[in-house]
């Protein structure tokens, strides 16, 4: 598929330590298959504080999804992020979301969807970064048999090289456990899920006054019901300007 995007923000920063930011981005997606193609976009308002060692931000958003095959979605939430400068060159950060999801002609799918992460980032040199992280969900859709709770572990670093180039790695461990016996089976679904994701991007290169950045992530999904076993690869191809 070919996938076309763009996202910007408005920032108004009165005399003190807040700021009022509004988010937007919005993409289009196209397959061989016109019954796939999608068009996504969101919209964020947030207040932060920015401290000189602390930071925090929290607000409301809106998540919609309009599929060529009319299964349109919505997601209506808030988050929240804390961060801390620690000693060493460390950042830690917690951010938090909450969401009410709704599927239109399909609301065995409608539920609440709860997230919570944290990271800890060192910065061993100017040329690299690194890190480490956790991340739990709670998704309660109404059918109980798709409702679960999930838990990941993640690593990556940043390598920022002398020729202009940046390269990135992370790897990410976790499964998902079902809430109630899926159908025709006496037990509920199990997933273990692992995925890498390798990129790479550089100022020195430039299309059209835009600078590309490469980007793959393979996927493995191993579940207990045979039908959900699943192996992808993904790779993008994106071309950024910052203004």
Not at 28 to 51: I, K
Not at 117 to 130: A, D, E, K, Y
Not at 179 to 189: K, V
Request: glycine share 8%.
């Amino acid at each position: 598929g070919v996938r076309l995007g763009a996202s910007g923000f408005v920032r108004h920063s009165p005399p003190g330590r807040l700021d009022l930011r509004l988010d937007w981005r919005a993409s289009a997606t196209g397959y061989d298959q016109p019954d796939y193609d999608r068009v996504d976009g969101e919209l964020s308002f947030s207040l932060r504080h920015r401290g000189a060692r602390r930071t925090w931000s929290a607000g409301p958003f809106v998540r919609k999804a309009w599929l060529n095959d009319g299964a349109d979605s919505t997601a209506r939430g808030a988050r929240v992020t804390l961060g801390r400068t620690l000693p060493e060159a460390r950042h830690l950060s917690l951010a938090m979301s909450h969401e009410m999801r709704t599927y239109k002609g399909a609301a065995y799918r409608d539920g609440p969807a709860n997230s919570l992460s944290f990271v800890i980032q060192q910065t061993p040199s100017q040329r690299l970064v690194v890190w480490a992280g956790i991340v739990l969900e709670d998704v309660r859709p109404a059918a109980a048999h798709q409702a679960y709770t999930g838990r990941r572990v993640l690593a990556g670093a940043q390598h920022r090289w002398r020729d202009g180039w940046q390269t990135r790695l992370q790897l990410d461990i976790g499964d998902r456990a079902f809430a109630a016996d899926y159908p025709l089976t006496d037990a509920p679904r199990h997933d273990d899920i692992v995925s890498v994701r390798i990129g790479a991007q550089t100022s020195r290169v430039s299309l059209w006054g835009l600078s590309p950045e490469v980007s793959c992530t393979h996927t493995r999904n191993k579940s207990s019901i045979a039908l959900a076993d699943f192996d992808s690869t993904e790779c993008d191809l994106s071309l950024t300007r910052k203004f």
